[in-house]
């Protein structure tokens, strides 16, 4: 077996007799079942003399092990507790200082490590690169960095903890775990041993502790000061980004008490020169691995911390809660000190609590903003939040936003200060700060909102006031003063006093203060009107948060530049021309332009005129009721075609004859001219400069010229009909017709020159002979209007029937049928107007129901129609009746177990069952009628007759299946039994071996019975030797009988085996003593050579294995002595162990 020892370090040689290597090497092969000590007895007291310096890797660390350096005789260094220095040949060394990998239980205190800084290479190419490291661990439990007098100083190295993503035990995979249950105290991290002095230059995570794949509780600092740490000179001093999500482990955080950007006396030192936006004190940032969408079962309690103001906390995407208390977060003004923007990134799916309530909770925080977002509770309490660098328009950007309580000021006066907030919400109210911006720097008071929201506190208000409000376990924003809503600026036009500025509206204002230029008080509301131009400051006003905002009105009169207008004049007598480049004294205001023609029509709103026509053109333009209009401008056509049609000569076509003609058009142009007559169907009808012998019709003159213009066409000019008869239908009325009645009518039609009318129908047949048609059914109807010499017959015009307004809109809740029965139903429910009637047909089209409830049919369509309040008939809808169809029994699938030995092991199992509607329904009754189960198997059966009623939930789909349990007997097994031999008269033990399940029943010689039981093991008086028999029962089955001899003799237990092999392998792993189990009160004990008793016992219910407290003892000889306890004399002899 292992005991604890303590080795000795008295050489500072990399190897060798007495060094740091061979101490850890003996410990390693010491066990691990008592706690090892790593002491220091180096000689000198030098530095130099107590450095050791490695030339290559250290062995692994084994567990349950403590490093001391504190045990070295003589001073520690500096202001620190260490004694030892650690160091690599250099720091590009490429290993480890030390390598914790699957152990359990470790502690270093009092050491001095530092410029550990070498590449690390991994994974099957070694090419995964990363940082040597004070401790690597990978699936290390217990550990512990420093104690209170015992504290250890890290400085300059890559990372004081890590854990790689490929694990470097098998280089290959995600390491099953880096470290659970870690405690860091009193240590310093990036200083040298006087607590404030800077040793290299940091890169990436110099001098931090990398927690990736961290699980359990993690300790960083403490309450009392003894464990404070201090951290320094380093980017990201406590980390865990870079865990995967399918190795996040429940931990527990605390980061208490500690030093963050201070030296040991709390003085601030210079940060870190390093190339990047920001610095970390904490940083868990776990979103956004590519392939997961993960939280961390992860919770931090970051309490009463001390941390140089541009350093950062980020915590993402965890499920536990987040409370952040009684730290003090200082910017420092030092020379040369680097700037980074802080920032407070805390996201948590349960609560984050930033301060609180009771004294000392409260942070003080400079700089740096909280952006927070919590979905249990979210709180923030009484903290100092000053001179913040705001990135998202609040000191503190709380979310999600729908859960926060509303919180405004909207007024502020001498002596009080008013809002409104969510109902019953806590306010509390805060002091601004001397910065540029309002922040919550000094918590005054609390009040709280009455029912109506309405809330105000009573005394004298002396600076700005911030307030934010507390309801239901979440606070808002705070009342910075922003404007939600932004200004509509109208200008000053024609010299009047007409300008404003209105529709800005600033959340938080206390009031409203407007100056003009002579800073004369021209308005006290948010808007303003009635303004000449100039320059106008709004107050919004708050005490020292009162914030000004400048506004301009301009002279917004507009002013044409005409100095650059250049015209187009159109040609080819299309609208080609154009009028350009006016301009307008623009700044900034948008004008309503418009341009007119000679006939004071619009023709254009843009300040350039296009694709017009040759005429006289000018702009008006305007703004704020001020119209000012632009000089005329004329354009006039250049080439091509000309057609004047003022005063043309039109002569009328009798009907149906074509006499009539156009005359008298003036057409110009160059060369030889081509005309085209065309009429209203595009055809040509003419191709001279008269269009004569045309039918009444709309005709158009083409005319094409020398130019290489194109074709002019006329306006359409109208040849009128002479004694004709004109339709004109434009203004009909038509009555709808009523469903089975003759009223539908068209009125309203106007005809000229027609002695006679006829309405004819759809099929051509005369209805009518008069001018209105009245009396008529629906359906379409022409007129045809004549005299003696013409007729003209109308478009087709149609009577419709009349519509009911009334809307019978349906919906239904249907019953499908089951088992393709007639027992479906389809309920139809009219969701706004009620029918007069309504009935049901089916897909035969046979009537099946008169109301709007169908009941008792089987599957299939049915239509639902409607008579209306006019007594009309409508198809409204067809709905279906679908079949439930019940379950499929399967007998196949049925099994019949019978009983055996009447102990009720019989057991049926019901037939398989597919399809159908779940549940499925089982009921099993005896021959009683006795319900006795209802699930897919009956068991514990005795022989008898059963019956089984199965389906599914539809009671159509159910069968009734007897079934029949018989009884099945067997002859049982004998009992083994071995004859028991004894010392002297007394108890006995008969033992049944490998025991069945039933009842053994003991007989003496005689046949009496004399005990039975289930265990097969009877304590019998015996004062002589004597025979037994033993019988197994089951039920109604019995075994044969077997015999057990005890007998009385001087010789005790019998013979037993003096070696044993307690390898595992299932044979001969324990001492086995035959007959022991007769001597209840015997002892036994077994020592080794030297005399040490490694087992003892009394009785032997266990028996030996070849262990001592849990571990194996090694092979050899060992002796035993036995004492049964009745006067038999002791037993002794030597027993080996083989392995």
């Known amino acids: 077996m292992a005991f604890s020892e303590i080795f000795v370090v008295i050489s500072n040689a990399d190897a060798g007799v007495g060094t740091l290597r061979e101490a850890l090497t003996k410990a390693a092969s010491n066990g691990i079942a008592e706690k090892d000590y790593i002491h220091f007895n180096l000689s000198g007291n030098t530095e130099a003399d107590r450095t050791i310096t490695l030339a290559t890797a250290l062995p692994y660390i084994s567990s349950n092990l403590v490093i001391d350096g504190t045990t070295q005789p003589g001073n520690s260094f500096g202001v620190s507790n260490a004694k030892v220095v650690l160091q690599p040949q250099n720091s590009s060394s490429p290993y480890n200082a030390f390598v914790l990998i699957d152990i359990d239980g470790f502690e270093i205190y009092g050491f001095y490590v530092r410029d550990f800084m070498g590449p690390i290479l991994n994974g099957p190419t070694q090419s995964i690169y990363s940082i040597s490291a004070v401790l690597y661990v990978e699936n290390a439990r217990n550990i512990q960095i ?25 280089g290959v995979g995600v390491p099953p775990m880096g470290v659970e249950n870690l405690k860091v105290y009193s240590n310093f991290f990036g200083f040298e041993p006087d607590g404030k002095t800077f040793r290299g230059t940091p890169r990436g995570y110099l001098g931090g502790i990398d927690l990736a794949y961290c699980k359990g509780i993690i300790e960083i600092g403490g309450k009392e000061d003894s464990k404070r740490n201090i951290f320094g000179n380093g980017t990201h001093y406590i980390s865990g980004k870079n865990t995967t999500p399918d190795k996040y482990f429940p931990t527990e955080f605390l980061i208490e008490n500690n030093y963050f950007g201070y030296s040991v006396n709390g003085d601030p030192v210079l940060l870190p020169n390093f190339n990047g936006s920001t610095i970390n004190a904490v940083h868990f940032s776990l979103s956004g691995y590519i392939g997961y969408t993960a939280y961390a079962p992860y919770s931090f309690k970051i309490l009463n911390n001390k941390i140089q103001g541009s350093h ?11 409370i952040l208390q009684g730290n003090v977060i200082k910017r420092e003004a030092l020379p040369n000190n680097p700037s980074y923007k802080p920032f407070f990134w805390l996201f948590t799916k349960d609560i984050v609590k930033i301060g609180g309530l009771l004294p000392g909770e409260a942070n003080s925080i400079e700089n740096g903003q909280l952006m927070l977002d919590a979905v249990k509770s979210l709180l923030v309490q009484r903290n100092s939040l000053y001179c913040v660098d705001i990135r998202l328009g609040e000191e503190v950007y709380n979310g999600p936003v ?63 006031v911030i307030a934010s409000a507390t309801y239901n376990g979440f606070t808002s924003q705070f ?61 919004v006003l708050n005490g020292s948060c009162t914030q000004r905002f400048t506004f301009t009105i301009l002279d917004g009169t507009p002013k044409f530049n005409t100095s650059s207008v250049y015209k187009i004049n159109p040609s080819c007598g299309i609208s080609n021309g154009a009028i350009t480049n006016l301009s307008i004294n623009y700044n900034g205001i948008n004008y309503s332009v418009k341009w007119y023609d000679q006939e004071g029509k619009i023709r254009g709103t843009d300040y350039n005129l296009r694709n017009v026509e040759a005429g006289t053109y000018h702009a008006e333009v305007t703004y704020n009721n001020c119209t000012v209009k632009s000089p005329y401008y004329t354009l006039s056509n ?44 595009g055809q040509l009808v003419g191709s001279s400069s008269e269009l004569l012998d045309v039918p009444a019709g709309s005709y158009t003159l083409e005319v094409k010229d020398g130019s290489a213009c194109p074709a002019l066409v006329s306006a359409p000019i109208m040849v009128p009909e002479i004694n004709g008869v004109t339709v004109n239908t434009a203004n009909k009325v038509i009555g709808k017709a009523a469903c089975n009645t003759s009223n539908g009518s068209i009125t309203g039609i106007i005809v000229a020159g027609a002695t006679s009318y006829q309405w004819i129908d759809a099929g051509n047949t005369p209805v009518a002979n008069t001018l209105n048609l009245t009396g008529m059914p629906a359906g379409k109807y022409r007129l045809v209007a004549s005299n003696a010499t013409c007729n003209k017959t109308s478009e087709e015009l149609t009577i419709e029937l009349v519509q009911t307004t009334k809307d019978y809109a349906t919906t239904k809740v249907s019953t499908s049928a089951t088992c393709a029965l007639n027992n479906g139903k389809i309920e139809a429910i009219f969701t706004k107007d009620q029918p007069a009637a309504c009935f049901w047909k089916n897909n035969a089209g046979v009537v099946v129901g008169h109301s709007r409830i169908l009941e008792n049919q089987g599957p299939g369509t049915y239509d639902l129609y409607a008579i209306d309040d006019l007594g009309c008939e409508h198809l409204l809808q067809q709905y279906s009746i679908g079949n439930i169809s019940g379950a499929t029994i399967n007998r196949n699938l049925e099994q019949i177990t019978n009983d055996q030995c009447g102990l009720g092991r019989g057991r049926i199992k019901a037939p398989g069952l597919t399809g159908g509607q779940l549940p499925y329904f089982y009921q099993w009754k005896d021959k009683d009628g006795h319900v006795i189960g209802s699930n897919a198997v009956l068991d514990g059966l005795k022989a008898g007759d059963y019956q089984l009623t199965i389906g599914d939930a539809l009671d159509c789909s159910r069968q009734i299946i007897p079934y029949s349990i018989e009884n099945e007997s067997s002859t049982l097994p004998v009992p083994v039994v071995n004859d028991v031999k004894i010392c002297s008269s007394g108890n006995a033990l008969i033992q049944v071996q490998q025991a069945q399940n039933g009842t053994y029943v003991l007989y003496n010689a005689n046949g009496t019975l004399i005990a039975q039981n289930i265990t097969g093991a009877f304590n019998v008086e015996i004062k002589e030797s004597q025979h037994f028999s033993i019988v197994l029962r089951q039920g109604t089955c019995e075994s044969l009988a077997a015999s057990a001899k005890i007998t009385i003799e001087n010789d005790g237990i019998g013979v037993f085996a003096n070696a044993f092999s307690p390898n595992g392998d299932g044979h001969n792993d324990e001492w086995l003593i035959p007959g022991m189990q007769s001597y ?14 490694v087992f003892e016992s009394t009785g032997y219910k266990t028996p030996f294995n070849g262990r001592w407290n849990g571990a194996e003892l090694p092979v050899g000889t060992y002796y035993y002595i036995i004492d049964l306890k009745r006067g038999c004399g002791l037993q002794k002899g030597s027993l080996s162990i083989i392995r």
């Open 146 to 170: 420093g104690a209170p007098g015992k504290g250890n100083v890290f400085v300059n190295n890559g990372l004081i903890l890590s854990t790689l993503y490929v694990s470097l035990k098998t």
């Open 312 to 322: 950062s906390i980020m915590i993402e995407d965890v499920l536990g809660q987040i």
């Open 402 to 464: 729908n859960l926060l309580p509303h919180i405004e000021i909207t007024n502020v006066s001498a002596g009080s200060v008013s809002g409104t907030a969510t109902p019953n919400s806590k306010i509390e109210l805060f002091w601004d700060d001397d910065c540029e911006k309002c922040h919550p720097l000094t918590y005054f008071a609390t009040v709280t909102a009455d029912e109506n929201g309405l809330w105000k506190f009573e005394g004298a208000i002396e600076r700005g």
């Open 479 to 539: 009342t910075i003063t922003y404007n939600n809503q932004y200004a509509q600026i109208l200008h000053s036009s024609c010299g009047e006093a007409n300008g404003s500025i209105i529709g800005q509206r600033y959340k938080n204002a206390g009031g409203y203060e407007w100056r003009n230029e002579a800073e004369e008080i021209v308005g006290s509301d948010a808007d303003i009107s009635g303004l000449l131009p100039g320059k106008y400051v709004l107050s």
């Open 638 to 681: 250049q080439t091509g075609p000309n057609i004047d049609q003022s005063a043309p000569d039109i002569k009328g076509s009798l009907c149906n004859s074509p006499t009539g003609s156009i005359k008298n058009l003036a057409v110009t142009g160059s060369g030889t001219l081509i005309y085209k007559w065309k009429n209203a169907a």
């Open 1080 to 1093: 209840p009160e015997a002892t036994i004990a077994i020592y080794n050579r030297y005399g040490h008793k």
